[in-house]
């Protein structure tokens, strides 16, 4: 131990403030023996004098020079991972999404011809210490693994922005993932677009069953969103509500967040009036009709919802308006705005909707339901309604993505779903794969999201009478498509379409309406 005697005491303060500042031991020796503390020349570091700098320079050094190298890919422990950038928010598409590829009208049905597509992600913190493969081996089950080896000799996978060559590549905090696929979108109603109202506020049409509102799951092309950005220029717009793929009606659109926001002020105050039509099963009272059942979400992936007291508070309020003897025309006025609310609560009184794909099945029960009778677990409920729809070939319904569906049936049953599509081989390839990580809505993916910085690399020729023409696509298959390989028989248009009709909104200063469907008239009988 060194003892020093002080000759003042305020010389204490100094000691200290020498020791914080990191003083040499010689200096402050000296100080502390009374030495004179003049400057003396400072000697060269190693690396002045030619010499190897040292270890923590040498750190230093290398740092810098990584740094001017991001993503440069490395063994083991000692791989770098670049910071993450700063994400747009929101969704904003422009002419190189439009341009993404085309479509064509066929048999009724609006279809877009496959393209290739890139999905990104940023490392789940689940992921990290995990290897590529594992991630891949049990998050995206709905590819086999064999795929994913082809994928990255192909050089579709991108580990940040690098060709990832090893799936065995640890990954990191911050990694950054892109997956290049052949996307092959689901067909839609030929059906148009019509417009209610157009002003410099907002954007008000008359949206198809079948038609999503904006890019989720396996669509983004056959989107009420890409149709009215490519077709007719509108960008830039904000959805003030939402309808089911499969209900049609009055769809709001904000040219500005300060529109969606006034809007969207008026919805949570209760202000915004809606009014739907939809025709149900059997004879509904005469008498109004209120329900007020709470609904609890089964599950995001499948979209399926039900009675149950766990569920949140819900308020619909039901006018018969006629009786054909076999099915009623109904109108709804929802108070609350919880997902399926209208199709849940009609299922409960026993009325569902003539042609729901979920609420008007057997598999709720010999009543489909009735009462919130189901006698089966959310697990029991989920596997019946899908292999309800894998048997009668109509899964495309339940907007279920196949790495979804591989998680509720299993391996065994999602070959037998492939298997009654009646595919057809129309190539040989080693490897079956294609749409490995089809995302559900932005609110529930989790997963792989589109890149807003995709370009099309593909490329098409445009059919001669304007955007319609027959498919003819045999020289842009893709060697890695599993779609490419398949010929699925196209639903009818009437498949897809459900007898649910937004009919009016009413908002403070605003009030939009549109026709009376078909189905809906007193005079309709179903063919």
């Known amino acids: 131990m060194l003892l020093v005697r002080l000759q003042r005491l305020d010389q204490l303060p100094l000691v200290l403030l020498s020791f914080a500042r990191g003083f040499r031991a010689r200096p402050l020796l000296a100080f502390l023996a009374g030495e004179s503390m003049e400057e003396k020349p400072v000697v060269p570091e190693a690396s002045e004098r030619g010499g190897s700098p040292p270890p923590a320079k040498k750190r230093r050094l290398l740092r810098a020079g990584r740094e001017k190298q991001p993503g440069l890919p490395e063994e083991g422990e000692k791989r770098y991972v670049p910071p993450p950038k700063k994400r747009n928010p929101g969704v904003s598409f422009s002419d190189a999404h439009f341009a993404e590829t085309t479509y064509y009208f066929e048999s009724g049905l609006r279809k877009v011809r496959p393209y290739f597509f890139d999905f990104q992600t940023y490392c789940k913190g689940r992921w990290v210490g995990k290897s590529l493969l594992h991630v891949f081996g049990t998050e995206f089950r709905a590819q086999p693994l064999e795929y994913y080896r082809a994928a990255s000799a192909a050089g579709r996978l991108r580990l940040n922005e690098q060709p990832v060559r090893d799936l065995g590549v640890v990954l990191k905090n911050n990694d950054f993932l892109r997956n ?103 004879e509904f009272p005469e008498n109004e009709v209120t329900c007020e059942e709470p609904i609890l979400v089964v599950s995001y992936k499948v979209g399926v919802c039900r009675v149950d007291p766990k569920g949140k508070f819900c308020k619909t309020v039901f006018q018969r308006l006629s009786y054909n003897g076999k099915t009623s025309v109904v109108k709804c006025f929802p108070y609350t705005g919880r997902t399926h609310q209208i199709r849940v609560h009609l299922q409960f009184l026993g009325h569902p909707i003539v042609n729901d794909p979920i609420y008007n099945t057997e598999v709720w029960g010999p009543e489909k339901g009735k009462g919130g009778n189901i006698n089966k677990t959310d697990e029991e409920l989920l596997r019946a309604l899908v292999e309800g729809h894998i048997s009668k070939q109509n899964l495309g319904l339940l907007d279920i993505a196949e790495e979804d569906l591989n998680l509720i049936v299993g391996n065994k049953e999602q070959d037998t779903s492939m298997n009654a599509a009646k595919s057809v081989q129309v190539t040989s390839v080693s490897v079956d794969p294609c749409n490995a990580e089809e995302p559900k809505c932005e609110r529930e993916c989790g997963m792989l999201t589109p890149s807003q910085n995709s370009v099309p690399q593909i490329q098409v020729p445009e059919p001669k009478s304007g955007e319609t023409g027959s498919n003819e696509l045999e020289d842009e298959r893709d060697p890695l498509c599993r779609e490419c390989k398949l010929v699925r028989p196209d639903p009818s248009p009437k498949d897809l379409v459900m007898y649910l009709h937004a009919l009016r909104y009413k908002g403070a200063d605003f009030e939009y309406c549109s026709k009376v469907p078909a189905w809906a008239q007193d005079d309709w009988e179903e063919t």
Do not use: W
């Open 180 to 282: 290049t696929v052949h996307r092959h979108e689901p067909p839609v109603t030929a059906q148009a677009i019509e417009f209610l109202e157009e002003n410099d506020e907002v954007v008000v049409v008359d949206k198809p069953s079948s038609l999503p509102v904006h890019p989720c799951g396996r669509f983004r092309h056959n989107t009420v969103i890409f149709i009215l950005g490519k077709d007719y220029n509108l960008k830039e717009l904000h959805t003030v509500h939402r309808l089911d793929r499969l209900t049609s009606g009055v769809l709001m659109f904000a040219k500005s967040a300060e529109v969606s926001k006034r809007i969207d002020q008026q919805v949570r105050q209760r202000q915004l009036e809606k009014e739907y039509v939809c025709r149900v099963l059997g």
